[in-house]
């Protein structure tokens, strides 16, 4: 079970994670429209203006992410943060597209998602770490949904303007959630490399790429299908665009009756591949169950929902896995690389759903999707488990030096990381049980002073 200070950094991270795409996803279903009354608009210039967020976001994940495996999180998050709240304020006040162009590429160089799961892995221990993604994974699931909701409301009472400002305001209120995240400091055997090097040891590793593409795949299905969807909803649901929440709001909320339960087996039983395959057999499932039955309103739904609760099911063991995979000295690196692999997954799944809409063939459409699907099911046959680390959580000894204790606590055959909150006096241990044996255990009660059951 996650501790009081798991919880509260779990709270917090997912929160700021939330507010960010909450204030990116209630710009996309209306800005098709509303776009149209800025001066110099055109299809094109409105079209650059909701996918220039994600091109920047794509394009600075992995240096934000190189800065953080070598300096303090936090920082390089409120630096994120206030970019994100920059570009908002100076897309609302713009009169012409070009300003809202410049504004949201501004917000989206604020590229921080892949630090903040990297500070969120920083804070929990290897045991809980797969809820903590999962709490975060459902944040985003859920933030995606509600501002498809809430977008046309309050573009329908501030306007598109002042839904801008509002991205603003989120931004400077998931500065705010970081407040409650302690403070830390990151020890580890590895000694520090190059930039380039680093990059390139993160890039060369098999599984890593294997989880690169799962993420980008992964989120091309979701953005195609959202782009997909919503005129079969309208013509086989009979639903209209605004009333599409909620259908998806219930739908997420019965995937995670599902997918929490997968989540735990994943981890407490080491099954983590098993379930990550049997997901993407579940995405698969979902879409061929659309090619044969989209113009049936409950087989849409059926469709749907089985999408969803292999969707939330992956969301919540990618990053998790990634945690797992990558070098504990470049750990938001490859998360970097992860998150930019996401957004160009978004920005192809949006073009690939634009095409589909222009098939005079709606099973066709669907085929396509599940072909990817199945594509990517076949790329990750070749993943192997990862390698399950241990945690202890021990209480900072009284008078030493905290640089010369970690030291000697790496020296310890079997302990892999050692990440320290002075605040609140309390160190998390990374152990391999596998590399502890009787001599380090002996080193290590010397050192701690107590015997300790590994």
Not at 50 to 78: C, E, H, M, N, W
Not at 172 to 198: I, S
Not at 365 to 377: D, E, M, N, P, Q
Request: glycine share 8%; with cysteine; aromatic share 10%.
């Amino acid at each position: 079970m996650m501790n009081a200070l798991e919880r509260r950094s779990t709270f917090a991270l997912s929160s700021i994670f939330a507010l960010r795409m909450l204030g990116l996803f209630m710009i996309i279903p209306v800005f098709s429209v509303a776009g149209q009354s800025y001066q110099h608009a055109t299809p094109a210039l409105i079209g650059l203006a909701v996918g220039v967020y994600g091109l920047t976001q794509a394009l600075l994940q992995i240096p934000f992410s190189l800065l953080a495996d070598r300096f303090s999180r936090k920082p390089l998050i409120i630096l994120g943060l206030l970019l994100f709240a920059a570009g908002g304020a100076i897309a609302g006040l713009s009169e012409s597209i070009y300003g809202v162009i410049i504004g949201r590429a501004i917000a989206g160089a604020g590229a921080v998602s892949a630090v903040v799961m990297a500070l969120l892995a920083d804070v929990t221990r290897e045991e809980q770490r797969t809820k903590a993604m999962a709490a975060m994974g459902m944040s985003i699931g859920l933030s995606f949904v509600v501002a498809f909701s809430l977008g046309p409301w309050l573009t329908s009472v501030v306007g598109i303007s002042g839904l801008f400002f509002i991205t603003t305001i989120m931004g400077l209120a998931a500065m705010l959630m970081l407040l409650l995240v302690p403070k830390v400091t990151r020890h580890h055997k590895n000694f520090q490399q190059g930039y380039l090097l680093q990059l390139t040891q993160v890039l060369r590793m098999g599984d890593l790429n294997r989880l690169h593409i799962s993420v980008f795949a992964l989120h091309l299905l979701l953005t195609a299908m959202f782009v997909y969807i919503p005129s079969q909803l309208i013509e086989y649901a009979q639903l209209p665009l605004a009333k599409h929440g909620w259908v998806y709001l219930p739908l997420l909320v019965l995937s995670l009756f599902f997918a929490f339960p997968s989540i735990i087996l994943a981890e407490k039983y080491r099954q983590m591949r098993g379930i990550f395959l049997c997901a993407i057999a579940g995405i698969i499932a979902g879409l061929l169950i659309l090619i044969f039955g989209y113009q049936s309103h409950y087989v849409l739904l059926l469709g749907l929902g089985l999408f969803f609760i292999a969707f939330n099911v992956m969301e919540a063991l990618l990053p998790s896995w990634l945690s797992k995979a990558a070098p504990l000295q470049s750990k938001a690196t490859a998360m970097g690389v992860n998150a930019s692999s996401q957004f160009l997954g978004a920005f192809f799944g949006g073009t690939l759903g634009g095409q589909l809409l222009m098939l005079d063939n709606t099973a066709l459409g669907w085929s396509v999707l599940a072909g990817v699907a199945i594509l990517w099911l076949l790329m990750s046959l070749g993943l192997k488990q990862p390698r399950y680390l241990s945690s202890l959580v021990l209480a900072l000894p009284q008078a030493v030096q905290t640089d010369e204790w970690t030291s000697k606590l790496l020296a310890i055959r079997g302990i892999e990381e050692v990440v320290v909150m002075p605040e609140q006096q309390v160190a998390y241990i990374k152990v391999d049980k596998r590399g502890i044996d009787d001599a380090a255990r002996q080193d290590l009660t010397l050192l701690l002073g107590k015997e300790l059951v590994i």
